[in-house]
């Protein structure tokens, strides 16, 4: 089992930055892999950024050079910063967590709202 709490999100004016933060109840070592994913209102949750347990990481093209996701093992947390916010950005976002044990379980954090808006 994995909790996850997000917090960070918030609103924001276009051209913005925010950082969100998902700490996780163990150690990322023990995860394989980590992610953001975002839902906005009418549509489906999608992804947003991963982060493997090597440190490789993907985003979304909508995000690419907008976007960052690192994690700080230390403190079992992963972090998305996020600039230049528009307002199609405007989602909730959650943590996810995926650990592969013979199978794979996907964990799930509460989600953080970030508003972009003027």
């Known amino acids: 089992q994995v909790q996850l709490v997000e917090s960070g999100g918030g609103l924001v004016q276009p051209g913005g930055s925010l950082r969100l933060s998902c700490a996780a109840s163990r150690s990322l070592y023990t995860i394989n892999a980590m992610g953001w994913y975002r839902q906005a209102p009418g549509k489906q949750r999608e992804l947003v950024a991963t982060?493997?347990?090597?440190?490789?990481?993907t985003y979304a093209d909508s995000v690419k050079g907008r976007f960052t996701i690192s994690t700080d093992n230390a403190k079992n947390t992963v972090y998305l910063r996020m600039n230049n916010l528009k307002p199609e950005d405007t989602a909730v976002y959650y943590c996810?967590?995926?650990?592969?044990?013979?199978?794979?379980?996907?964990?799930w954090g509460q989600g953080t709202q970030v508003t972009v808006s003027s």
């Open positions: 996810n967590a995926r650990v592969l044990v013979a199978r794979i379980s996907d964990y």
């Open positions: 982060i493997a347990g090597g440190g490789s990481t």
